[in-house]
C-alpha cells in the first residue's frame, strides 16, 4: 500500500512564500503530481516529477527527492485566488500506474 | 463544451431510490475515472476505464455500479445508498494510465447527499 502525509492547513500572507511538503510511502513510485483544488471546484493539475530536482513553472515550483520519499510545492509571490487546496498524488506502478491522493493541505491566504 | 463534464451537479436521493451519475469528456482521451471525495478524506479511486474496458475496481461495495458506453462517457449507476455514501464524486480522464507526465483531468464532479 501507500502513504502520503501532507499538512492539513497552513496560512500564509499575501505576497509571501510558502512551502507545502508531501511526504510518501510506496513501492513502485513512477511519479509524483501536484493539484489545486479551489473549494466547490475540480482539482486542476500543477506540476509533474518523477526525476529529483525542482521544476519550475511561474510562481510555482515542485521539489521531488526520491530517495527521501519526500516533494514540496513552494508558492511565490502569493495572491489572494491562492488560497486552495493543495492535492499531493504518487503514481505507482506497482498498483497499475493509478493515482493515490494524498488528504490535501487547505492555505489560506490573508491579506 | 470542453474538458470535462458531469452531471447533474448536486444530487439528494433516499436510500431506496436509483440514479446516475454522467461524465462526458471533450478531450479525445482513451481513460476514464471515477473518484469519491469525502470530508476530511483524502480522494479515493473507484474506477478506472480504459478504452471502454474496466481495468481497476478499487474493492467498491456493489451498490455502485459503473458503466463506460464508449470512450467519451461514463456513468455510475447508484441503488440503495448509505447516507455515509453522501460525498462528492469526481470524473477524471487522462490519455491512458500509463507512466509519463499524463495528468489527469477532472470534471467538477456531482455533490451527493443520501437521506
Known amino acids: 500500500g501507500q502513504n502520503i502525509d501532507q499538512p492539513t492547513e497552513m496560512t500564509a500572507t499575501e505576497g509571501a512564500i510558502v512551502q507545502i511538503n508531501c511526504t510518501y510511502q510506496t513501492s513502485g513510485f513512477n511519479g509524483l503530481f501536484w493539484y489545486q483544488q479551489h473549494a466547490g471546484e475540480a482539482p486542476t493539475f500543477l506540476s509533474y516529477?518523477?526525476?529529483?530536482g525542482l521544476e519550475e513553472k511561474g510562481r510555482f515550483s515542485s521539489f521531488l527527492s526520491r530517495s527521501k520519499g519526500y516533494s514540496y510545492l513552494l508558492l511565490k509571490e502569493l495572491q489572494m485566488k491562492d488560497s486552495a487546496s493543495y492535492l499531493c498524488a504518487v503514481r505507482d506502478n506497482n498498483a497499475g500506474n493509478m493515482l493515490t491522493f494524498g488528504g490535501g493541505t487547505r492555505l489560506m491566504v490573508k491579506p | 463544451e470542453t474538458g470535462v463534464t458531469q452531471t447533474p451537479r448536486h444530487l439528494v436521493m433516499g436510500m431506496t431510490n436509483k440514479k446516475s451519475l454522467k461524465c462526458e469528456q471533450h478531450?479525445?482521451?482513451?481513460?476514464m475515472y471515477w473518484y469519491k471525495q469525502s470530508a476530511k478524506k483524502p480522494l479515493e479511486l473507484m474506477f478506472v476505464y480504459s478504452l471502454e474496458e474496466r481495468v481497476e475496481n478499487n474493492s467498491v461495495p456493489s451498490r455502485f455500479s459503473p458503466e463506460c458506453p464508449n470512450s467519451s462517457h461514463l456513468f455510475l449507476h447508484l441503488h440503495t445508498l448509505q447516507p455515509e455514501d453522501s460525498a462528492l464524486y469526481l470524473c477524471?480522464?487522462?490519455?491512458?494510465?500509463?507512466?509519463?507526465?499524463?495528468?489527469?483531468?477532472f470534471g467538477p464532479g456531482t455533490r451527493l447527499t443520501v437521506l
Open positions: 478531450l479525445g482521451h482513451n481513460a
Open positions: 477524471a480522464s487522462s490519455q491512458e494510465p500509463s507512466g509519463g507526465a499524463d495528468e489527469q483531468f
Open positions: 516529477n518523477v526525476l529529483d
